[in-house]
C-alpha cells in the first residue's frame, strides 16, 4: 500500500519533519532540488544542451533556484528566470537561493518583462507547487502558455513536485497548466498526479525523498492510498487438500434476451479469480451460450417475469430445520440484464432474497436509479447484507443527478457522498476508479486505456464477486478486485496492444496475476 496525498497532508510532513525531526528547511530543499538535478543530468548530451528554469517566489521556486545553481556548478548552461519583477520579496527560503545566485554571479531575468527562452532545450517548471488552488491568471498564465509553446517547439519540460496550474488534491487544471515530459515530486505522489487530467500534464513521474520524518512521525491513517503488488498477499492463498466449496459458491443474475455475452464474461471472470462453484441465473435465450463459453457454470434460466421470484430464492438460500441458510457465498446483479420487465423483476428478487454481500452493476444499476436519485434508499432494512455498487460514470450520474463532467470535477467526492448516503460501498468505474465505504478512500493505479471496451466491467464484477467468495471482507475484495482487474489488463496488453484489447483478453489476463 502506498499513500497518496493532498496539500495539506503534504503541508504536514513538511512541519513534522523540520518541527518534529528537527530536518532544516534548507537541507530538505537541497536535497530536493539535487533529486531534480540528478534526473536532469541522466539527459543524453545534457552538457551540450541550454536551460532555462523559470521558478516562482515560492518555496517551489526556491527549489528551482537550487537546481539552477547546482546546474552550474555542474557546468550545465542554464538561464534563470523569476516570474515577478525585480523588487518582490518571496518566501525567506526564496530571496535566500537568490542571494546565493547573486553571490555566485548566476544571473537572474524578472519574466513580468521578459520572457520564456523558447530556444531552451530544457525547461525547469518551479512555477506553483502543491498549494495553488485558484485559477491561473495575468503573467502567470503567458508564462505556462509560453512553456507549452516550446515544447511544441521540440524543448523537454521538467516539472518540480507539481506541473504548474495543476491542483494537486483532485488533478484539475486550475485555468491554464504545463504540459510536462516529466514530474519530479516528493516524499510521496500527489493526488493530483495520479487522477484525470492532471496525470496528462505530468508525464512521467519521478518519486524522489529528499529525507523527510519516516512514517511514524506522521498521521496519514486518513488519507487517500492505492496497492502495489506487494499487496496480493492480501488474497488469500488456496490450501492443499482443499474442495470446490472451499473457494466459495457465487450467484451471478446476468444477461438477457438480447445480451448474453455479459453473463459469459462475468461466470468466466469469477471462475478464473479462483471461485470454486458459479450458479448464472439468466434468461433461457442464453443457454446454449452460456453452457458452451463455460461449461462448468450451473445453469438456472427462465423465461418469464413471474418465475423469477421462486427461481431466485431457490438458488440463494434453503430451510433446513426452520432456519433460513444461505445456499452461496456472494451475489452479482445487474450485468446485460437489460431494463426490462423481467430485468425488474430479477432486481425486486435479488435485492429481497440475498443474505450475502452482493454486488450491484450496470442495468441494476439503472433500474434502481429513479428510485435512488429521487432520495430513496433501495437498500435500506437491508443493512445485513453488505453492498458493493459498481457504477461507470454514466450510471452515476443517472444514480445522483449529476452530469458527467461535474462527477469528473471531483469523483472522490462524489463516491464517498453516494456511499455515505446509501450505506454501501462505492467503486466509481472511471480512468482512475474511486472505491470508498464512505471513511477510506482507494485509488486504482493498475489498468490502462486499452481497458476501455465493451464487457471490461462485467469481468469486474467476476473478479470482485470471487474474492467474496473466497473469504475477503467486501471493501477489501472491492479493492483488491479493482486492482487485480487492472493488472489482469497491463499483462494482456502486452500480448495484443491497446488497441485490439476485448473483455475476453483480461479474463485470461487474470490467470496471469493470481496464482
Known amino acids: 500500500m502506498k499513500?497518496?496525498?493532498?496539500?495539506?497532508?503534504?503541508k504536514q510532513v513538511d512541519v513534522a519533519s523540520i518541527n518534529g525531526c528537527h530536518i532544516p528547511s534548507l537541507c530538505l530543499m537541497e536535497r530536493a532540488a539535487l533529486s531534480v538535478t540528478e534526473e536532469l543530468l541522466k539527459i543524453d548530451g545534457i552538457k551540450g544542451k541550454k536551460v532555462d528554469v523559470v521558478a516562482g517566489f515560492g518555496n517551489n521556486g526556491a527549489d528551482g533556484l537550487a537546481i539552477a545553481r547546482q546546474l552550474n556548478e555542474?557546468?550545465?548552461r542554464v538561464r534563470?528566470?523569476?516570474?515577478?519583477?525585480?523588487e518582490r520579496r518571496g518566501t525567506e527560503e526564496s530571496d535566500q537561493q537568490r542571494a546565493m545566485l547573486t553571490a555566485l554571479n548566476i544571473p537572474v531575468r524578472y519574466l513580468s518583462e521578459d520572457t520564456v527562452d523558447a530556444d531552451a532545450d530544457i525547461i525547469v517548471d518551479a512555477i506553483f507547487g502543491i498549494g495553488l488552488t485558484r485559477p491561473v491568471t495575468g503573467v502567470y498564465e503567458r508564462l505556462i502558455q509560453e512553456i507549452n509553446a516550446a515544447k511544441e517547439a521540440g524543448s523537454y519540460v521538467v516539472s518540480v513536485d507539481m506541473p504548474s496550474g495543476v491542483d494537486s488534491d483532485d488533478g484539475q487544471i486550475l485555468g491554464v497548466a504545463v504540459n510536462a515530459d516529466k514530474t519530479v515530486t516528493f516524499g510521496y505522489e500527489k493526488i493530483g498526479l495520479i487522477m484525470e487530467p492532471g496525470r496528462i500534464c505530468a508525464g512521467e513521474v519521478v518519486l524522489k525523498n529528499p529525507g523527510f520524518a519516516p512514517e511514524e512521525f506522521l498521521n496519514l491513517q486518513d488519507a487517500v492510498y492505492t496497492y502495489t503488488e506487494a499487496?496480493?498477499?492480501?488474497?488469500?492463498?488456496?490450501?492443499?487438500?482443499a474442495n470446490k466449496g472451499t473457494f466459495g459458491k457465487v450467484l451471478l443474475a446476468a444477461g438477457s434476451e438480447d445480451m448474453g455475452g455479459a453473463?459469459?464474461?462475468s461466470a468466466e471472470s469469477t471462475y478464473r479469480s479462483g471461485c470454486g462453484y458459479v450458479k448464472v441465473l439468466t434468461h433461457r435465450d442464453n443457454r446454449t451460450a452460456v453452457l458452451t463459453h463455460v461449461p462448468e457454470a450451473v445453469l438456472i434460466t427462465y423465461e418469464t417475469a413471474e418465475t423469477i421470484e421462486n427461481k431466485v430464492a431457490e438458488a440463494i438460500s434453503s430451510n433446513e430445520n426452520g432456519k433460513k441458510i444461505s445456499l452461496v457465498d456472494a451475489a452479482v446483479l445487474g450485468p446485460g440484464l437489460s431494463v426490462s420487465e423481467n430485468g425488474r423483476?430479477?432486481?425486486r428478487a435479488v435485492l429481497n432474497s440475498t443474505m450475502v454481500p452482493t454486488v450491484v452493476d450496470a442495468d441494476a444499476l439503472n433500474i434502481i436509479a429513479e428510485e435512488v436519485v429521487n432520495g430513496g434508499n433501495p437498500f435500506a432494512g437491508k443493512e445485513n447484507t453488505e453492498w458493493i455498487l459498481t457504477p461507470h460514470m454514466g450510471e452515476m450520474s443517472r444514480l445522483t443527478g449529476i452530469p458527467v463532467l461535474e462527477l469528473k470535477k471531483n469523483p472522490i467526492q462524489a463516491a464517498v457522498r453516494l456511499s455515505r448516503a446509501?450505506?454501501?460501498i462505492v467503486v466509481l468505474k472511471d480512468a482512475r476508479t474511486v472505491v470508498t465505504d464512505g471513511d477510506e478512500v482507494f485509488i486504482n493505479t493498475s489498468g490502462n486505456d486499452g481497458m476501455a471496451t465493451a464487457g471490461s466491467g462485467d469481468v469486474l464484477t467476476g473478479v470482485i464477486s470471487a474474492l467474496l467468495a473466497r473469504g475477503m471482507s467486501p471493501f477489501e475484495?472491492?479493492?483488491m478486485g479493482v486492482f487485480v482487474h487492472g493488472l489482469a489488463g497491463d499483462r494482456s496488453v502486452l500480448k495484443v496492444g491497446k488497441s485490439g484489447l476485448c473483455a475476453g483478453d483480461i479474463v485470461k489476463g487474470l490467470s496471469l496475476v493470481l496464482e
Open 231 to 241: 499487496d496480493l498477499l492480501k488474497i488469500p492463498k488456496r490450501p492443499a487438500g
Open 422 to 424: 446509501l450505506k454501501v
Open 74 to 76: 555542474a557546468g550545465i
Open 263 to 265: 453473463a459469459c464474461l
Open 345 to 347: 423483476a430479477v432486481v
Open 3 to 10: 499513500y497518496l496525498l493532498n496539500a495539506k497532508q503534504m
Open 80 to 86: 534563470v528566470g523569476l516570474t515577478g519583477s525585480r
Open 477 to 479: 475484495a472491492a479493492k
